[in-house]
């Protein structure tokens, strides 16, 4: 049995989207030494910083809400001050692939290798 998929229009939208939520940001990623003995050296391995200021990826999710018809946002929800994300979508909309995509496009894009993907 051979599994096929119609990639969908929205689905595209969505991760085009995501993307465009980061614009101006540049590539690369980042390597931290969190401990070194004689013996062993702990390495992190981490998505780089945004070069981003708050209100410029402010600026950029307004921008997108504008292109969709959406009432702006005054400010980015936050998590403890770090700008959060929820991107929803419907049961059976193909959650699963534009999850999948969003995180491929990012990788391509900015380097970015490290998501969390929270499912109800």
């Given at each position: 049995?051979k599994l096929q998929f119609k990639q969908q229009g929205?689905?595209?939208?969505?991760?085009?989207?995501?993307?465009?939520?980061?614009?101006?940001?540049?590539?690369?990623?980042?390597?931290?030494?969190?401990?070194?003995?004689?013996?062993?050296?702990?390495?992190?391995?981490?998505?780089?910083?945004?070069?981003?200021?708050?209100?410029?990826?402010?600026?950029?999710?307004?921008?997108?809400?504008?292109?969709?018809?959406?009432?702006?946002?005054?400010?980015?929800?936050?998590?403890?001050?770090?700008?959060?994300?929820?991107?929803?979508?419907?049961?059976?909309?193909?959650?699963?692939?534009?999850?999948?995509?969003?995180?491929?496009?990012?990788?391509?894009?900015?380097?970015?290798?490290?998501?969390?993907?929270?499912?109800?």
């Amino acid at each position: 049995m051979k599994l096929q998929f119609k990639q969908q229009g929205y689905q595209s939208d969505a991760t085009q989207a995501v993307v465009d939520c980061f614009a101006g940001q540049t590539k690369g990623h980042r390597k931290e030494i969190t401990e070194r003995t004689e013996l062993l050296v702990h390495e992190i391995f981490a998505n780089k910083k945004f070069d981003l200021s708050k209100k410029e990826l402010t600026k950029n999710v307004q921008a997108l809400q504008k292109e969709q018809g959406l009432n702006t946002s005054k400010q980015l929800e936050t998590l403890d001050g770090t700008p959060n994300f929820s991107i929803e979508m419907e049961t059976g909309t193909g959650k699963t692939y534009v999850y999948t995509k969003t995180m491929f496009e990012l990788n391509k894009k900015y380097g970015w290798s490290k998501f969390i993907i929270m499912v109800p």
